[in-house]
């Protein structure tokens, strides 16, 4: 069974820095597409960054974290980061790691993408 758990959450000023990580267990690494999603309160959860190693190791990044945002991911440890610089009070949200069951999927780069499994979130508050 597919396990995804994200931590490295917190509270953060203006301007500062977080690394996400997600581990991801039950899971054989084939390079499914990965990625983040966030959820603020009051609004609809939305893509922040993915990452498709199995396409060639393409990111795809939501305009609004492009510049500032990195995400990254580690074979070995079977697990995915989301390192997030100049943090700003909008980016306040329920951040969610999620995988793709398929190893192709051709949405996973172009903004569209809706993962299989989702983890059950870590939260990020940035004061200003």
């Known amino acids: 069974q597919v396990q995804v758990v994200e931590s490295g959450g917190g509270s953060v000023q203006a301007g500062g820095s977080l690394r996400l990580s997600c581990a991801l267990s039950?899971?054989?690494?084939?390079?499914?597409?990965m990625g983040w999603f966030r959820q603020a309160p009051g609004k609809k959860r939305e893509g922040v960054a993915t990452?498709?190693?199995?396409?060639?190791?393409?990111?795809y990044y939501t305009d609004s974290v492009k510049g500032r945002f990195t995400i990254s991911r580690d074979n070995a440890k079977n697990t995915v980061y989301l390192q997030m610089n100049s943090l700003k009070p909008e980016d306040t949200a329920m951040y969610y790691c999620?995988?793709?069951?398929?190893?192709?999927?051709?949405?996973?780069?172009?903004?569209?993408?809706?993962?299989?499994?989702w983890g059950q979130g870590t939260q990020v508050t940035v004061s200003s």
């Open positions: 990452i498709y190693p199995a396409g060639g190791g393409g990111t």
């Open positions: 039950g899971y054989t690494y084939s390079g499914n597409c």
């Open positions: 999620a995988l793709d069951a398929a190893i192709w999927n051709s949405r996973c780069l172009d903004g569209s993408w809706w993962p299989t499994y």
